[in-house]
């Protein structure tokens, strides 16, 4: 992420990292050599004209390959109206890094893609298990579920065979959980994602309660950012991260992309490279 915050400030403004290692497992999991291997393997295989889409949580290098093959990015609370504009430009569709998000994604536009098969370890470790159990002993609850966990295929084929209620189970990005909780009429939540996601709950609405479905789903790469070491990179200017100019320029066109398409998939977006300097 903090790459993706110097793609669009390269180079006129520092962007710093607390701690070098604060990485993110589910970008580890796609590299631009496996990428370039995947897209010649289709290719081969006489699929082309192929459009391709990287969730935000993927390296620069990743965001440069998809940007000069006139591909986009996008976030858990784009990725439907993202996806839909990419529908629009070709039949076949390469989204990586996520599985579960990308998943999710063909279930709301009922379109089928090439799927990368990663994952954020947290997600994909809060298990369905006594989901329908849990909110069954909660009929007051409300269910928040994040795209990208690995419960979300059981939630939307539980919602879809009536096993779960559909008005108390909701499949929402961070940023829908939110506003969620602020519209809500219920007062108790149970919230399956990355557990550092209750202090902002709590926060927007501390009259209501939010609970984890797994207390456990901590993301230790978050949680090396201390405030003790915010500090030192805040007084002392380290570490900062510099994206290499051929790569940031390349990059910058798929995430530009992302903006101009917006929160709905209606306006007209450059199709090609869409480099500056």
Sequence with gaps: ???SADVPCHPHQQVILPDLAAGCSMSDMADPDQLATTWEELEQMGITGIVPVTYIN???SIKAFI????GTVCTSGNAEATLRWAFARGEKILFLPDQFLGAHVERQTGRKMH???GECHVHAGIQPGDLKA???AEPDAELLVHPECGCTTNVMWLLGEGELPADRTKVLSTGGMVS???ASPHRRFLVATETGILHQLRRARPDKEFVPIDAKAECKYMKMITPENLLTSLRDGVFEIDVPPDIAVRARAAVERMIAIGPTAGRTVPAGPVFSE
Excluded: P
């Design 58 to 60: 993927s390296a620069a």
């Design 1 to 3: 992420m903090a790459e």
């Design 115 to 117: 799927i990368w098969m």
């Design 180 to 182: 969620e909780a602020e």
């Design 134 to 136: 849990k909110l069954a």
């Design 67 to 70: 940007g000069e093959r006139g």
